[in-house]
């Protein structure tokens, strides 16, 4: 039985991202998925020419609040979390004003009071990130009351969101 690591051309490879973690790929082979987005954010990058993709899963905006944690997992936070996604990216020769950005989260999930509104705070810091480096995003599913899930192909680039409540995926974006 051949390691899961392996990749076999033809076979796709599903490489399932954690709350708090992300993943950068550039094998075609590979499809990065995260699961459950609620307050969280996901924030999905790809580069078309490099063929280049990755995918963090943060959980709160704002690494100030625990900075021994954010060394240890950046991806936990926004602030750390998306300068360490481009980064690996980078290293496998992704190039900044290629690449294609999609955001996804940022609900309002178990806070029917809005006192927390993690999910809002979370995109906010993710907006005022992209705003300091000249980043846009392409594509974006935020804010609401339900959970997503999204999957990014690494061969296309195409990202599809399914959404809790709904029977079928969706296409958010397609290259």
Same mark, same amino acid.
């Given at each position: ?28 082979? $590979?499809?990065?998925?995260?699961? #459950?987005?609620?307050?969280?954010? /996901?924030?999905?990058? *790809? @580069?078309? %020419? ?56 940022? $609900?309002?999930?178990?806070?029917? #009071?809005?006192?927390?509104?993690? /999910?809002?705070?979370? *995109? @906010?810091? %993710? ?49």
């Amino acid at each position: 039985m051949p390691s899961p690591s392996l990749s076999i051309a033809g076979f796709q490879q599903k490489v399932v991202v954690g709350i708090a973690d992300m993943a950068v790929s550039n094998n075609a082979n $590979a499809m990065l998925t995260t699961y #459950s987005l609620g307050s969280c954010v /996901g924030i999905a990058i *790809y @580069d078309p %020419v490099a063929r280049v993709g990755g995918l963090l899963h943060a959980m709160l905006p704002d690494s100030t609040i625990d900075l021994e944690k954010a060394g240890r997992k950046p991806a936990m936070f926004v602030d750390t979390g998306i300068p360490a996604l481009f980064r690996a990216a980078y290293e496998l020769r992704a190039e900044k004003h290629r690449v294609h950005i999609y955001v996804v989260g940022g $609900a309002q999930i178990m806070d029917n #009071s809005g006192f927390f509104n993690i /999910g809002k705070r979370n *995109y @906010d810091a %993710v907006t005022a990130i992209f705003q300091r480096h000249g980043l846009r995003s392409v594509a974006e599913e935020v804010g609401g009351l339900v959970n997503r899930t999204m999957y990014l192909n690494l061969a296309t680039g195409q990202l599809n969101l399914k959404v809790s409540g709904q029977a079928e995926e969706v296409v958010l974006c397609k290259r």
